[in-house]
């Protein structure tokens, strides 16, 4: 049996690793050091001090899959190039679709947060994309009032709640 508790801060001496003792397997010590399990010699670790011990905690696999908070506005541009640059060169239709499917999604999550206005900003173009739009606003009973905004370039919204 070792010294060490589960837990521990050490340092790998051959490495200069600093990880935490996680156990130990046929005299061998288990140490995490970032997202990977070592075993190595227990005469090749050392318990660290409290000065040495690194202030930020290691990140596990957990972490990595939360999703992350993102800023909500209540503004959506559908502009391609804003939205997904990577889709520039796609054909028009699956373009238009990719724009709806998202208008919809930040439509749903105003609604979710109860919000009492938001933008959607189709631009002015050939007038495909703000019809698909104003035809997915229909299909909201919480949108109480829309008017066109920035020169017929946006739609602005206002949600009621029942």
């Not at 696999?61 to 060169?89: C, F, G, R, V, W």
Request: avoid cysteine; glycine fraction near 6%.
């Amino acid at each position: 049996m070792s010294d060490y508790w589960i837990g521990d801060w050490v340092k790998i001496y051959s490495t200069g690793k600093k990880g935490k003792f996680e156990g130990e397997v046929n005299n061998k010590a288990k140490i995490k050091v970032e997202n990977k399990l070592l075993l190595v010699d227990l005469s090749d670790i050392e318990l660290l001090t409290e000065d040495e011990i690194p202030t930020m905690p290691i990140k596990s696999k957990k972490d990595k899959l939360k999703p992350k908070e993102s800023k909500y506005t209540n503004t959506i541009d559908l502009h391609i190039e804003k939205l997904a640059p990577a889709m520039q060169n796609e054909i028009p239709e699956l373009i238009v679709s990719y724009q709806i499917k998202k208008a919809k999604e930040f439509l749903l999550k105003s609604i979710e947060r109860k919000q009492l206005n938001a933008t959607v900003i189709h631009g002015i173009g050939t007038g495909a994309l703000k019809m698909e739009v104003e035809a997915l606003l229909k299909s909201f009973d919480e949108v109480y009032f829309t008017k066109s905004a920035n020169n017929g370039g946006a739609i602005e919204i206002l949600f009621r709640y029942y």
